[in-house]
């Protein structure tokens, strides 16, 4: 509760949480639909409630004398078929907006409509864990990418002037255990991720900056802190972004110790430093684990070792109880060389 409240105002941007404040084409939809049956429903609310209010006040005892009760109706025709009419009417117009929505946000990923397709369209597989995000970064444009990332989502922004290329983001969703949620709610609306089904979602947006999310669906105890990052970056930062997650992780003599002390412990059954024996695959990717902001899927701040990254290696049990990563009771110089060693993945 605390440590998600503190990031927030330690990054000094509000997190912007809203359906209200769209950026992307389907979550603008998404608002479109939402003020319409906001409309409709709150038209509906006051005809009701007026009715409601006129008769209590009307009809309340005492009230004009010699007309203690309405004139008692049974059987109307006109009337059945009013109320039956209207309600199906309303019912008939939400299915319409409704199908028309659902047609502009799904989108075929294998075969775009034309006014996204002609773009530089970047793929990522997202797989969801039990509690954190996997990002496997397949292509951008034609180039083939391979790596994978967690929980921060990086992406560029689209250009939609006339000059500018469009950049649309194109997801395929997968769990690697329960149901999970994606909803990153000013960039498009809650797609689910669901064990033995792909769906696939898109989203593209030229406004760069930060969009929380998080997990939508509950998926076990620490749902609440399944929390998710998506940086737009400008088209620079994005290609500078890129060349680095592509490379192997990082490695020097200095840094040999550190890392033999980080490969002889059981971190390497679950987690990846890609160049090195660590090839697990059951938790996140830790190759460039250094450029990502927060640790533990956006619970804490990554302090780069100092204080952080120690705390949740020593045990991530007081921070994410109930998380799959268990304490390995390390002595403190194998923790100072593991810490070490991590925050030299940059
Ligand atoms: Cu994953 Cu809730």
Known sequence: MIGPLLLALSEGSPQNLSIF???????????HLSLLVLAITAGIFLVVESVLIYSLLRFRRGYAPGSSEPPQVY????????????????????????????????????????????????????VGHQWWWE?????????????????ELHVPASILSESGERRPVFLTLESADVAHSFWVPRLAGKTDLIPGKTNTMWFETEHTGLFVGQCAEYCGTQH?????????????????????????????????????????????NCH???????????????????????????MILNDGGVKNLRAWIADPQTIKPGC???AFGLSESDLDRVVRYLASLE
């Not at 404040?21 to 608002?31: G, L, Y």
């Not at 109307?76 to 946000?105: D, G, M």
């Not at 990052?229 to 040999?256: G, I, P």
């Open 21 to 31: 404040d769209p950026v992307s084409p389907p979550a603008q939809s998404i608002h």
């Open 75 to 126: 059987g109307s025709k006109p009337i059945e078929i009013a109320w039956t009419a209207a309600p199906a009417l309303v019912v008939f117009v939400l299915t319409l907006v409704i199908a028309r929505t659902e047609w502009e946000v799904r989108v075929d990923l294998d075969h775009p409509p034309p006014e996204i397709k002609d773009g530089h369209p970047l793929r990522v597989r997202v």
């Open 135 to 151: 990002f496997n970064y397949d292509s951008y444009g034609d180039e083939k990418l391979g790596f994978i990332a967690a929980n």
């Open 224 to 268: 609440a802190n399944m929390l998710l990052r998506v940086y737009v970056d400008s088209l620079e930062e994005f290609s500078r972004w890129l060349v680095n997650q592509k490379k192997d992780a990082r490695d020097s003599d200095e840094l040999r110790k550190d890392k033999e002390a980080f490969l002889s412990q059981s971190c390497i």
């Open 272 to 298: 990846r430093v890609r160049g090195t024996l660590a090839r697990g695959t059951f938790g996140p990717d830790l190759t460039h684990l250094m450029s990502r902001n927060t640790l533990a899927a956006g």
């Open 324 to 326: 799959l990563m268990p």
